[in-house]
């Protein structure tokens, strides 16, 4: 249907008006919204096509720092696996520290990517085409660091295969209430729906890469495009997949990262056991998810030179889209503080005064500045928010703030059980540390790599949106409009 449409009413030779004025609003909407900006489908492929096949220096200077941290993150786990976890600053009261942040962080900005693709695709906004696959790469490699951390924090990886649900000689089966099964099965469905969601939309343009492309690249996009050929029937199972995958991964979103939150609230640890955790990790996990989706529209807009794609609308859209969250965030986080505040327990008081005026005073003013101050004193701007290091900068910072909110529930909490006798401080050691830089290189690297292999841009649904999209003139101004279309 698409390439017919565009047969008989090529969109990107619609003239400019006669009128000089009407002609000055039809430039200032073309330059201003990308469906509007129509361009031949073959401009567009080699848009998006082009730089994936030069890599110059800044990628492979990357490429091996990335690839470096990365290393080094496989090789401290395999010292840890091997001297044991008495090399991590974890003792015997704070038995979860950063590995379990790092895996509440990472599945937080991985279950708000998929998200964000499914649900504005449900919602039917047009601009989210060209960050929709960005979003599903993060969601990828962000659940794939995820899956790991469970591993590491067990310290004996080699019995991994326990917490699989078989029968086996001694009739031993998983604890159905640990933790850990909840979480590694939380990972295995959202994983394998995301991935199956990012692969069944990328199947049209690696066949149009397939066709451009040459030598090893051919041949592996030849196997990836699975014989897609592009016929009406094609087209119609894969908008059908699509939109059951849409409607159905977004309540599996919303139920997997509940499951996270019942890691903590389903203990009788002061400050987890708190029935408002559910809702208030899912927005947390959507608020820093939007953040990160933001810095890597930033940075493959720059190194894959995007700019024609990845416009100010998208960043003024997703901008508006984490000030929202930011309420939503601060409405939730402080309801969860004052129900604890009024009832006065003595160890929850012990706790706000630590963050109040004790040694995680720092952190806690940190975080509320990064998640609250900043967001709320900037983002109302349209200026900020389509000023890209502007909003860069902001989305920086709920990135800090929020592994530091993670930080603070996990690291810092737990210290602090009802005994006083028990209470201890957690102090991270250089085998964290490298771990946790490693797993951030590790996602880095994989987008990095991921957008030199296949299209970035979702070509198919940029050139289906342009063919859909039209104007109407009303007296003397001209407006988007969408046009009909059977």
Known sequence: MAEQASLESPVWNRPLPDDPELATQMREIREKHLLQDARPPRELAEKVLGPMARLGR???????????????????????????MGVTGLNRTIMWAPYIVNFVYFIGIGHA????????????????????????????FALLVAFTMPLIHMGRVWKFYWMLPFPNQRQLWPNPRSPIF?????????????????????????AIAREKASGWRKRLYTVLALGWRGTDREWKHLDTTLNIFSYGIIPVMFSVHTVVSWDFAM?????????IFGPYFVVGALYSGVGAVIIIMAILRKALHLEYFLRDEHFNAMGKFLLILS???????????????????????????????????PLWFTMLIANILVPWATLWSRRVRSSIPALVGVALLVQVGMYIERYLIVAVTLGYPELPFNWAVYVPRLPEILITLGVFAFVALGIAVLSRLVPI??????????????????????????????
């Not at 203990?267 to 029935?275: A, F, I």
């Not at 009832?343 to 706790?351: D, F």
């Open 58 to 84: 800044v990628f492979w200077l990357a490429f091996i720092v990335l690839g470096g941290l990365t290393a080094t993150w496989l090789v401290t786990w395999a010292y840890q696996a091997y001297q044991g």
């Open 113 to 140: 990517g998929t998200f964000i693709s499914a649900a504005l695709r449900v919602l039917k906004f047009e601009w989210r085409a060209p960050i929709s696959r960005a979003a599903e790469s993060l969601t990828v």
């Open 182 to 206: 909840w979480d590694m099965t939380a990972i295995f469905t959202y994983l394998t729906c995301s991935i199956l969601f990012m692969y069944l939309g990328l199947l049209p343009d690696i």
């Open 267 to 275: 203990t009788l640890q002061p400050g987890w056991n708190s029935t």
């Open 327 to 361: 309420f939503t965030w601060v409405y939730f986080y402080f309801n969860d503080y004052l129900l604890p505040w009024y009832h006065k327990e003595p160890i929850l008081t012990v706790i706000f005064r630590l963050f109040s005026s004790g040694w995680a005073a």
């Open 457 to 486: 841009i979702p070509i198919w649904e940029v050139v289906e949106g342009q063919l859909l999209q039209g104007t109407r003139r009303i007296g003397r101004a001209i407006f988007p409009a969408k046009t009909e279309a059977d």
